[in-house]
């Protein structure tokens, strides 16, 4: 519509400025009044675009920050399931190693804790959605700011960290299963040797390391109260 007008309006501009049924000052009026109406014309045309565009940058965002909420409640489900885990495993080690020299662990105790000790626990972080959003460009269209630095600092810093502990806590998991499998015999045949190795020295000091994962544990406090914060965020600026 916009271009139909511009083309009308510059074919009158044509017309005027040639004919000879007015005078220069009447020409000059016509030619400024013409011109005032294709820039009116265009800047009106412009702004309905860009309003457009941004009502529709706006409804992808909203679409992008109610899926987030979602992913968030589901991670935040398995956080704190892995969180009870890290628990467990810190209280299994922690008996392990309460051990004093020449003692052996009770095969009992030792049946308690067998999940937490041979286990191991990884977070699957549901950022399908994010990655996405990010590659096509679009997080800077979320105009609250703060939400935005938000998600952005819990998917490239506080998730990042907290995968990096856990993963080094699963690379001490590995040398104590290795240390377990390349040790452990049969004593009969419903027993073995497990609480004998476990109370040798080199058992020992990897069980010291897995009784303390609290980098681990702050590192999910972290997440788990930036992604709450981040779900607030959302709530507020939708009225959810």
């Not at 008996?95 to 009992?108: A, P, V, W």
């Not at 476990?198 to 009784?211: K, R």
Request: proline fraction near 1%; include cysteine; charged fraction near 25%.
């Amino acid at each position: 519509m916009a271009e139909q007008e511009v083309i009308k309006h510059t074919k009158k501009i044509y017309k005027v400025w040639n004919s000879k049924e007015h005078g220069p000052w009447q020409k000059i009026k016509e030619f400024l009044i013409e011109i005032f109406i294709i820039v009116f014309a265009i800047t009106i045309s412009i702004w309905f675009h860009n309003s457009s565009e941004y009502r529709h940058q706006q409804a992808e965002v909203k679409e992008f920050l109610i899926g987030m909420k979602s992913d968030l409640n589901h991670d935040l489900v398995e956080m704190e399931n892995d969180k009870r885990s890290y628990r467990a495993q810190e209280a299994a080690f922690r008996y392990i190693t309460s051990i004093k020299m020449n003692e052996t662990l009770n095969n009992d105790s030792l049946s308690k804790y067998y999940n937490p000790v041979f286990n191991t626990t990884a977070l699957n972080v549901n950022n399908g959605r994010f990655e996405g959003f990010k590659s096509s460009g679009k997080i800077g269209n979320i105009k609250n700011k703060e939400l935005q630095n938000d998600i952005m600092d819990l998917y490239q810093e506080d998730i990042v960290s907290l995968l990096m502990s856990t993963n080094s806590y699963v690379v001490n998991k590995k040398k104590f299963f290795d240390y377990v499998m390349q040790n452990r015999k049969r004593v009969t045949d419903t027993t073995s040797n497990i609480a004998t190795i476990l109370a040798n020295d080199e058992a020992q000091n990897i069980s010291i390391v897995l009784s303390h994962p609290n980098e681990v544990l702050s590192r999910y406090d972290t997440c788990i109260e930036k992604m709450k914060k981040i779900i607030t965020e959302i709530d507020k600026e939708y009225k959810l």
